[in-house]
Nanobody, 115 residues
Framework: QVQLVESGGGLVQVGGSLRLSCAAS????????MGWYRQAPGKQRELVAS???????NYADSVRGRFTSSRDNAKNTVYLQMSSLKPEDTAVYYC?????????WGQGTQVTVSS
């Protein structure tokens, strides 16, 4: 069974930075796209960033210019570098692995930005 394990979340002050990691139990090249989603209390889960097998990235407007998604195929790991964090970035962040026949989620990691 494929597993995704997120890490790197925590408490950070406004303007700070965090780097999230998502380690997969299989080759991430197996998936067409790896994504980062987040869900804040009382809100729907939303796409934050994604990176395709070929390395093309996509970002939500709210994080573009502040967040960077990257991948290390040798380590089967994707990353989300978050900078200039804002209180509205507070959420549980989930890693997702997607193909046309596969949609796998990690357990999530909490990010809290304090003012």
């Amino acid at each position: 069974q494929v597993q995704l394990v997120e890490s790197g979340g925590g408490l950070v002050q406004v303007g700070g930075s965090l780097r999230l990691s998502c380690a997969a139990s299989v080759s991430i090249s197996s998936f067409a796209s790896m994504g980062w989603y987040r869900q804040a209390p009382g809100k729907q889960r939303e796409l934050v960033a994604s990176i395709t097998r070929g390395g093309t990235t996509n970002y939500a407007d709210s994080v573009r210019g502040r967040f960077t998604s990257s991948r290390d195929n040798a380590k089967n790991t994707v990353y989300l570098q978050m900078s200039s964090l804002k209180p509205e970035d507070t959420a549980v962040y989930y890693c997702n692995a997607w193909t046309y026949s596969t949609d796998i989620w990690g357990q999530g990691t909490q990010v809290t930005v304090s003012s």
